[in-house]
């Protein structure tokens, strides 16, 4: 008690709580109680109102940020604190870093430390040396138990017994096993989620069918009754748990995540849930009990779901996206084996090319091939259609079988909920009539939540009345219009109805991948199937300046000698009077025309361009002779001069020089000719 001086009275004793996980605030109230119960026994010393710090109850002291153990570090470096006050070290520190930093800033100030055994302090160096071995032996005790707790817990996962969590749809028997849930509308509901991914092999779109219809879910709720079932539209996440959980295919898994420490700001910070690959999980137990799919199909889905992710290597595909490209994600490049990126162009984004573009993105290199999609798309669909053809009437029968069960499905799960409503409605109904009828705080409430189960089963009934009332039955017309469709795939392939999104999922359906090589005629195109077999297939190539909205070749060749003798717009009049049109077959503008002549390198018109060729349109020559435009027009009918026209319609180009040199004598013939009285009046001077 020497140890207690007056300058450590004459500041305040700190009682520092703490518990370390949330389970000990539940059950140990022992603990918490020995340590409040520090505040009296520094009374007992001499402090008069100790003050206790119980910020962190429920914190970890492995290295935790723990804002108590702050607050009483920064009290102690103020000078404020005489005495600290715990049960034990391991309740102040539980790694080396805090501890020694406590005994350093106890050691500067003059501060004490007392603990259940004795009072310490930091300041001399036989106290100092037993705190130290104190805050050792409290490392290393956790680092034990740690590793004892951790071997115990691998020991019992290594025999498939350790169960932390229960996916929904199953439920303990015994302490070391599980089987599924008996309630059939929780076994429905999770085996709906499989069927429908089967299906739609999109987890995505699932999610998005099940709200569509309006199918709650099971998910499991734990309150302070338990662990409960309860029913509630699912949101992705639910049915992604589902779908990759290996439990649901009969294994036994454990060591799928991982956790991950870091350090920041000087602490270490733990981060849990790292999801690892199959490979690196530390136990995976086959048949270990019953699973709503075979595991076979449960991988086969896993690998459906990679394939489906977007930016996630070389060799994924992605899923199926919004665009008319058919083959996006299933070409490959030949020459350097990235996968292929897609563009779309145009007003509406109609045209649509390929390109292999990863090597450029990633690295700056030069892009590597590229080339449009239209020919491509055409040539692999109708390969596939080829080869499918056989199977179409078979393709028409799953697809009414598809859309009948589609329907059952909803039905069934109506009936499963109606099921359940109506249970629960008679039981309200005998809880009601078990109690007092003059107990009205209590029969008041029952009769409300027997009114509410009866209000619920009523609203099931509606919905099941109304499914499939959206969506008759077939008949019999549209039956073998179904079937004809089904033995003519080319133009099922074809109609307004099927979109390029089924379109892509049948391509997907049957190819593994297509590997596309360029060569400076054709595109060569190797498809791999999904049964192992290949098919070569050649696809002609566009040359520079050539697709399918290309103006025909007479058009060039009219713009190109247009083009020396009147300007765009001029020219675009003369294009439409003779009824050409665009490659696209819109009408010629001026804009138009000099999107063409800059396209094609044709130099813009010049005004004089045809006096330097010494050539006079019919206006021009006219004016020279002094004489109207018809009488000239005449005069070439008489072939007393010469000229020449690109196309009807288009400007005259008639040489000066012959206008020059017989001007007089072609005067004279043609009023020699013309019996027009006012010809006679004709001037040559």
Known sequence: MSKIASEHLGRQAFVYVRQSTQDQ????????????????????LGWAEPVVIDDDLGRSGGGVARPGFERLLLAICEGRVGIVLAVEASRLARNGRDWHTLLEFCGLVGCLLADEDGLYDPRLPNDRLLLGMKGTMSEMELSILRQRSLEALRQKARRGELFLNVAVGYMKVRRDRIA?????????????????FAEFQSIRQVHLWLRQEGLPMPAIEIDGEGRRIVWKLPVYNTIRGILTNPTYGGAYAFGRTASRVT??????????????????WDVLILDHHEGYVPWAEFERNQRLIADNANCRGLMVRGAVRRGDALLAGLLRCGHCGRRLHVSYSGTDGFCVRYSCRGAHINHGTQACISFGGLRIDAAVSEETLRLLSPLGIEAALMALASRDAEIADTRRQAELALTQ?????????????????????????LERRWNDRLTEAHRLEERLTSIGADRPSLSVAERERLLS???????AWSLPGATAETRKRILRAVLEEIVATLTEQRIELLLHWKGGDHTRLNVPRNRIGQHRYSSDADVQDLIRALARQQGDGAIAATLNRLGKRTGRGNPWTEARVRSFRNDHRIAVHRPGEMAERGELTLEETASRLGVSKMTVLRLMRDASITGKQVCKGAPWAIPEAQIVALGPDILRSGRARTTDPAQNMLNLQ
């Open 485 to 491: 469709l089904g033995a003519d795939l080319p133009m």
């Open 180 to 196: 599924k849930d008996p309630d059939r509308r929780v076994q429905e509901a999770v085996g709906l989620v499989f069927r429908k």
């Open 263 to 280: 350090v920041e700001n000087g602490r270490k910070r733990v981060s849990r849930g790292h999801r690892r690959d199959q490979e690196e």
């Open 421 to 445: 409503a109506r249970y629960e409605a008679d039981l309200a109904r005998r809880q009601y009539d078990a109690v007092d009828p003059a107990n009205r705080l209590v029969a008041a409430e």
């Open 25 to 44: 605030l539940l059950h140990n109230h022992e603990s918490r109680r020995r340590q409040y119960g520090l505040a009296e026994r520094a009374r007992q």
